[in-house]
T-cell receptor
């Protein structure tokens, strides 16, 4: 079975500062990795995903993430945040055995301070 | 525009009543999913369906039921057996239950049971 740990439940950061949201996973098989964003009272939107290939993945809205197999991590980064980035961010994994079920972390609330 | 619609956005029910949440997609996706979201717990899978007339239980299926009579529709019934039904419910779909396909999410239904 897979599990996902998002160590920081809340991350406050000043506007135009860099941010890193941490995600670690546990799995006995190879996985695919995803980051989703959720704005208040809305559904989830995919930011980026890692399936294979380059370990540095670029997504929408200037976000990127790096897959580190040895550390079982998939941290999300943005070099300069905007007020509009204030939202909940979820890391998720699915295994490569043919199923497509996602296992989600508990989320990180990013608050950008003007 | 293609997408997933969930209705209604807010739903109020008395304890002991069954309630059905609607989910419709026009993306021509084969697979559909229902998740429950509670504060601080991320998303948990209730049911999923790969094809019409077939569905499987997820991690927290007790007290819920689904049907998949049409490819574009996957309604969720919250029964009176569900002990704590108040939550935010999200429907999703993906092209296939194959490997690594992105899940697209609807806007969600917030259910309050009193």
């Amino acid at each position: 079975a897979q599990s996902v740990t998002q160590l920081d439940s809340q991350v406050p950061v000043f506007e135009e500062a860099p941010v890193e949201l941490r995600c670690n996973y546990s799995s006995s098989v190879s996985v695919y990795l995803f980051w989703y964003v959720q704005y208040p009272n809305q559904g989830l939107q995919l930011l980026l995903k890692y399936l294979s290939g380059s370990t540095l993945v670029k997504g929408i809205n200037g976000f990127e993430a790096e897959f580190n197999k040895s550390q079982t991590s998939f941290h999300l980064r943005k070099p300069s945040v905007h007020i509009s980035d204030t939202a909940e961010y979820f890391c998720a994994v699915s295994d490569q055995t043919g199923a497509n079920n996602l296992f989600f972390g508990t989320g990180t609330r990013l608050t950008v301070i003007p | 525009d293609g997408g997933i619609t969930q209705s209604p956005k807010y739903l109020f029910r008395k304890e002991g009543q069954n309630v059905t949440l609607s989910c419709e997609q026009n993306l021509n996706h084969d697979a559909m999913y229902w998740y429950r979201q509670d504060p601080g717990q991320g998303l948990r899978l209730i049911y999923y369906s790969q094809i019409v007339n077939d569905f499987q239980k997820g991690d927290i299926a007790e007290g819920y039921s689904v049907s998949r009579e049409k490819k574009e529709s996957f309604p969720l019934t919250v029964t009176s057996a569900q002990k704590n039904p108040t939550a935010f419910y999200l429907c999703a779909s993906s092209m296939s239950r194959g490997q690594g396909y992105e899940q697209y999410f609807g806007p969600g239904t917030r259910l309050t049971v009193t």
